[in-house]
């Protein structure tokens, strides 16, 4: 398959009249998903018309199993399930049907991995980051992200009641993540956090024992403890720190001529409250936890 989406390199504007026409030679801004989220240089937006991976149509990533309450029944593809639901929204925002949207799998941590994609862009739980900007471009943010802590009921991780509480917890999360970073981060466990190639395994490793507790985005958690390890429960979620808010964010190729017009649409379906009706519809459930402080 021909990518179309990684433009040639220009020395300089001057002397490539008709290069510049294509890729165009206005000035990089520093737009949500990074230097070069505006696209590269000038693009067009015309729906249905962006320089795709397959002229006509959009593909789309993500990672398989694709789990609740992201994805139903493991089946992008369905339209049912938040981040399903949020591409779709997006591909109409980009003139795109349902018809006309390819579902790719990528692993997780290959599609923030540096080198030349064949998506348009990846949909996965993927927080945007400075480290993650260096290898790929991101679209402006489609979920402010919550961390969450799930431990066995009436386990001495579940009567936690503060950060503190969890340094002595043998603790796991899945590599990559930013579940595993506020575990090293935050938490600073005492003992080295077990680490999982994928959330099943982290959640076997829980309902066996191997771990006291596991970190992970809180309508996740909150999933996990309602419909896969019911005798487990969301022991609390960890403040927001800093100036800026974890988002999740639609991952691109660094070099993508889309990315302006996809922040553009992401950005759309916020200020009409898109994103808000989809996020109540399909992550209600994960509205409350405690603080842990």
Do not use: H
């Not at 066995?152 to 899945?174: E, F």
């Amino acid at each position: 398959m021909r990518l179309v989406n990684r433009p040639l390199r220009l020395a300089a504007c001057a002397g490539a009249v008709l290069l510049a026409a294509a890729v165009g030679c206005a000035p990089q801004d520093e737009s949500p998903g990074g230097p070069r989220a505006a696209g590269q240089g000038k693009q067009s937006c015309d729906r249905g018309k962006l320089a795709t991976v397959t002229a006509g149509r959009l593909t789309v990533g993500t990672d398989k199993p694709a789990y609740a309450p992201w994805f139903v029944d493991d089946d992008p593809a369905g339209g049912k399930g938040f981040e399903s639901a949020v591409a779709y929204a997006v591909a109409q925002r980009l003139g795109y049907g349902k018809g006309a949207v390819d579902w790719q799998t990528v692993p997780f941590n290959n599609a923030f991995a540096p080198g030349a994609k064949k998506f348009d862009f990846d949909i996965n739980q993927i927080s945007i980051s400075a480290e993650r900007k260096r290898a790929v471009a991101f679209s402006s943010g489609y979920y402010d992200v919550r961390q969450a802590v799930v431990a066995l009921k009436g386990s001495k991780a579940a009567r936690a009641k503060s950060i503190a509480d969890l340094k002595d917890v043998r603790l796991g999360a899945q590599v990559g993540t930013t579940s595993l970073d506020v575990v090293n981060d935050t938490i600073r466990p005492t003992r080295p956090a077990a680490v999982f190639q994928k959330n099943d395994l982290a959640k076997s490793a829980l309902r066996n024992g191997q771990v006291e507790a596991i970190v992970t985005d809180l309508p996740t958690a909150f999933y996990i403890t309602s419909a896969e390890v019911t005798d487990a429960e969301v022991v609390g979620q960890f403040p927001v720190s800093g100036a800026a808010k974890e988002q999740f964010g639609l991952v691109l190729d660094k070099e993508s001529r889309i990315t302006g017009c996809v922040t553009a649409a992401v950005d759309a379906l916020r200020k009409d409250g898109t994103l808000a009706a989809l996020e109540k519809k399909w992550l209600s459930d994960a509205v409350d936890a405690p603080v842990l402080k």
